[in-house]
């Protein structure tokens, strides 16, 4: 049987459109050969996130800048889903651990949809619309990210670019933001100095990679320009939180988790000539604080990973 793998391409919302890469390309990996899919997909499509069904081989969901699409075949043909609202650009998505029918869409303009029939019928969920630190960018403030909590569903997380977390407790129902503490923390003088109060407290907010560990129920790692912060509190982001020693964040791309819950990795990018990736082992309810470190660029076997954010 083939394994697939996906890339998304578009528009990050910063750049001339006429200059942006755009598409969904699929890489056999029997035949090392990427296919452009586009069959059922809007013209010069734009994919900013892509997840697979847990337990149906060859779903696939892409979010584009029409809607979200589903395939059954893999990514042969494409279809839309059924989608409410007047900002269609989806940016994320995150589908219940234990029960597959149950889906969320994060999208521009802040926000965020629940399906409770695999995507046949979307609602859109009440969001805050101006949680603590939220900085007004020259693009569309968006839900970058989504996680659930894999050892208690009803708690998920959303990712806001340029305005840090916001928080569910119950499914979607009701909704708090978390960043009181992590603005707070943007006051430390070792990030103050660096780049001023008000550049300071922006990075704080600009979420760019949001996973939780399964290892450690509770335990919630986020990525922003600032570097690497943990909380052990659902959120409340204690001050026992570690980022990387010495480096800064820029640009967090992506999270893998390893089978076993224990490995994380942060691949992130300073500028275009400054890259690194960097790991963590946490070993399972025994650490209170979690240290990154730069490892070399390597391939992540595919059995012994899985791809939490891309």
């Given amino acids: 049987m083939t394994t697939y793998v ?44 892509l997840t697979m069904h847990p337990t149906q081989p060859g779903v ?10 589903r395939s059954t075949d893999a990514g042969d043909t494409w279809e839309r889903m059924h989608f ?7 940016w994320s998505f995150a589908i219940h651990p234990a029960d597959a029918r149950v889906m969320y869409a994060g999208t521009q303009d802040m926000a965020v949809y629940r399906s409770e029939d695999g995507g046949g019928q979307w609602r859109r969920l009440t969001v805050p619309r101006n949680p603590d630190g939220l900085c007004v960018m020259g693009f569309p403030t968006r839900m970058i990210r989504l996680a659930i909590d894999p ?39 070792r990030y103050t100095q660096k780049h001023g109060p008000r550049r300071a407290s922006e990075g704080m907010m600009d979420t760019h990679a949001l996973a939780i560990s399964a290892a450690q129920p509770g335990t919630v790692f986020l990525a922003n320009r600032l570097g690497v912060f943990r909380s052990d509190d659902k959120g409340g982001w204690c001050p026992s939180i570690a980022c990387m020693k010495g480096r800064q964040c820029d640009a967090g791309r992506w999270l893998i988790e390893s ?15 400054q890259t690194g990736s960097y790991s963590t082992t946490t070993p399972a309810r025994s650490r209170s604080t979690s240290t990154f470190w730069p490892v070399r660029r390597r391939e992540f076997p595919a059995a012994k990973a899985r791809l939490v954010m891309v």
């Fill in 6 to 49: 996906y890339a998304g391409a578009a528009d990050w919302g910063g750049k001339d459109p006429a200059k942006c890469n755009r598409g969904l390309y699929r890489l056999a990996t029997d035949t090392g050969t990427w296919t452009a899919l586009e069959r059922g997909l809007p013209d010069q499509v734009e994919v900013r996130c």
């Fill in 60 to 69: 696939v969901f892409a979010g584009t800048q029409a809607g979200p699409y």
């Fill in 84 to 90: 409410p609202g007047d900002e269609p650009v989806v």
């Fill in 151 to 189: 050892t208690n569903p009803d708690e998920l997380y959303a990712g806001v670019e340029v305005g840090g977390l916001v928080r569910s407790l119950d499914g979607g129902t009701t909704w708090t933001d978390c960043n009181a503490p992590l603005l707070e923390l943007a006051t430390q003088e």
């Fill in 259 to 273: 089978a076993d819950a224990s490995q994380m990795a942060l691949d992130q990018r300073q500028s275009v000539e």
